[in-house]
């Protein structure tokens, strides 16, 4: 198990990084009165320790014509511990998450189509194909109030 050890440089970085994964190790430092070169050498570090997992572009569903956002609880024969079902999951392009859960579904999923004819697709072509799966259960949403990705990040960490 990795060790983090966050101090409070390090949490404004973050802070700072995934309010915008474009900013530049220029505008950190001048923003925390640091040289860039050591913004850099602690962007690395966080990279290293995977603190920082990835950057990404935010990119409207609608814009692509994927405005069906469904969540699908799948109930599975596996034996608690066996992650292929989940992996299978992870496989399908429209499935955005893939969540292994308590009680009486194994899986819960988040998946993104172009409309209800594209999930019953997703669902005849994909998840019908994974054994072990016994039933599903799908909840469409209908509105949007919130959707972030963006985790509180605290102004200190007691270790």
């Known amino acids: 198990m990795m ?14 990084m995934q309010d915008n994964a474009r900013i530049n190790n220029s505008d950190i430092a ?9 913004v850099l050498e602690r962007v690395k570090k966080l990279e290293n320790k995977d603190v920082l997992l990835a950057y990404h572009a935010k990119v409207n569903p609608k814009a692509l014509d994927q405005k069906m ?12 511990g066996d992650e292929e079902t989940g992996r299978l999951l992870a496989e ?13 579904d194994g899986y819960m999923i988040k998946v993104r ?26 909840i469409i949403v209908l509105q949007t109030v919130k959707e972030e990705n963006k985790l509180i990040i605290p102004e200190r960490l007691e270790y």
């Open 92 to 104: 399908i392009p429209e499935v955005l998450e893939v969540h292994d859960i308590a009680g009486d």
């Open 113 to 138: 189509t172009t409309d209800s004819l594209a999930l019953v697709h997703l669902m005849r072509n994909s998840l019908s194909r994974i054994q072990g799966i016994i039933s599903t259960r799908t």
């Open 30 to 38: 001048k923003e925390l009165g640091m040289a860039p070169s050591a």
């Open 3 to 16: 060790e983090y050890k966050l101090d409070e440089i390090d949490l404004k970085i973050l802070r700072m």
């Open 69 to 80: 956002l469904s969540f699908i609880f799948i109930k599975v024969d596996e034996i608690i």
